[in-house]
């Protein structure tokens, strides 16, 4: 049986021509929603580390980040995603789940970028820090020991916001307790452990950890 022809009431192209969503063609409900959504997206971007801010946290800037970003940003229910972008806008492909139908259209979305500071970049610049391990003894070892450990703790994340040179050693100041804790867990190290209380923190106490590695001269 042949179907036969009908005409978008809207803009009048035929079903031969174009796939309807309902009762009008698909290019007319997609402007429809193209209406409803913001021309730009507002991305909040790290003024130091230049990562952007999505769902998960502050990350690098990829289609996918951006992707996340942007639907945050337009607050959008469309499934996006981004065909390319550069410093100030995106092509983002758009899917839309109607009622009659799934819509697919493409929009450019022009990028606003605000400047902010990531936590970790905050932490950074402030100092901050949760652990410090103090290498004492044979130099050699000290420092074999340190390069390894700043080796560990900055593939996992965390960063060292300073270290002190001494004469029979350094103090090594790390962002991450925990972080620090499993190097000494892993490399089979047990230094000596102490807390100093440095604050409360939702109504628990906070500490910050020292972990002491005495090297025997060789
Ligand atoms: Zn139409
Ligand atoms: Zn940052």
């Known amino acids: 049986m042949m179907q036969m022809t009908r005409y978008c009431p809207t803009c009048n192209r035929s079903s031969n021509d174009v796939k309807f969503i309902g009762e009008f063609c698909e290019v007319c409900v997609a402007d429809k929603i193209m209406k409803t959504l913001r021309d730009y997206a507002v991305v909040e971007s790290c003024k130091s580390c230049k990562r952007i801010r999505t769902s998960e946290g502050y990350m690098p800037v990829s289609k996918n980040s951006l992707k996340d970003a942007i639907r945050h940003s337009l607050g959008t229910k469309c499934n996006i995603s981004v065909i390319s972008f550069d410093e100030s806008s995106a092509a983002v492909r758009f899917s839309c789940q109607e009622e009659m139908g799934m819509v697919e259209f493409e929009k450019k979305i022009r990028i606003e970028t605000k400047r902010t500071m990531c936590m970790d970049c905050y932490r950074r610049t402030s100092g901050y820090y949760e652990a410090v391990v103090q290498l004492r003894g044979d130099n050699g070892k000290a420092d074999m020991i340190m390069k390894k ?62 972990y002491l590695l005495r090297f025997d001269q060789s």
């Open 149 to 210: 450990l700043i080796n560990f703790i900055e593939v996992r994340g965390a960063f060292v916001s300073r270290i002190d040179e001494l004469s029979n050693g350094y103090n090594i100041y790390i962002s991450d307790k925990k972080i620090t804790a499993s190097f000494f867990q892993l490399n089979k190290l047990k230094p000596k452990r102490s807390f100093t209380l440095y604050g409360v923190k939702r109504g628990n106490k906070v500490y910050r950890n020292a």
